[in-house]
């Protein structure tokens, strides 16, 4: 079974300091990973995705995640954060099991504050 | 272009009654997602379809949860009777293939 694991429930950090989000996915074959912003009371918004090739990706807003085979990571980093940057941060992992898309499997989500 | 239209967007009902949550995916895609969020739980999948079949329903929580898609631009999720550990976020979502998956904006329900 697939499953994400993201350690940090909460995380606060001044606003011009970098960030780093982890997450640890478990998947039986090649995953696709995804990372997603959710403001409150809002729906998921797509930040980058990793399907394959380079491991490192870039994604909007200025976030980057680096996929990590030998350790099942896909963290997601930004080497300057906004205020703006606060809100729910969820992981999640997917595939193609050959029937078409597969669901994903989300992680808990790291909630993070920005600290002026 | 429209994105995943979920309706309503608040529901307020009480123990006992039918709750039906309404998506339109977004036009070409061939997939949809049905997920329920909760603090406790986070998000969990309850159902997906590809091309209007459900593919996997076994997030389902109980017999009085059904979705169905009867063409490609429309799905329902009904709970038939509610139960007030039914409330949550109900977030649809679409993709063509293994694009990228978007969500709709969640309807958020509450049983009394």
């Given amino acids: 079974a697939q499953s994400v694991t993201q350690p940090d429930i909460h995380i606060t950090v001044s606003e011009g300091a970098s960030l780093e989000l982890r997450c640890n996915y478990s998947y039986g074959a090649t995953p696709y990973l995804f990372w997603y912003v959710q403001s409150p009371g809002q729906g998921l918004q797509l930040l980058l995705k990793y399907f394959s090739g380079d491991t490192l990706v870039q994604g909007i807003k200025g976030f980057e995640a680096e996929f990590k085979r030998s350790q099942s990571s896909f963290n997601l980093r930004k080497p300057s954060v906004h205020w703006s940057d606060a809100a729910e941060y969820f992981c999640a992992v997917g595939g193609d099991s050959g029937g078409g898309a597969d669901g994903l499997t989300f992680g808990k989500g790291t909630h993070l504050i920005i600290q002026p | ?112």
């Fill in chain 2, 1 to 112: 272009d429209a994105g995943v239209i979920q309706s309503p967007r608040h529901e307020v009902t009480e123990m006992g009654q039918e709750v039906t949550l309404r998506c339109k995916p977004i036009s070409g895609h061939n997939s949809l997602f049905w997920y329920r969020q909760t603090m406790m739980r986070g998000l969990e999948l309850l159902i997906y379809f590809n091309n209007n079949v459900p593919i996997d329903d076994s997030g389902m929580p109980e017999d009085r949860f059904s979705a169905k898609m009867p063409n490609a631009s429309f799905s329902t999720l009904k709970i038939q009777p509610s139960e007030p550990r039914d409330s949550a976020v109900y977030l649809c979502g679409s993709r063509r293939g293994t694009g990228e998956l978007f969500f709709g904006e969640g309807s958020r329900l509450t049983v009394l």
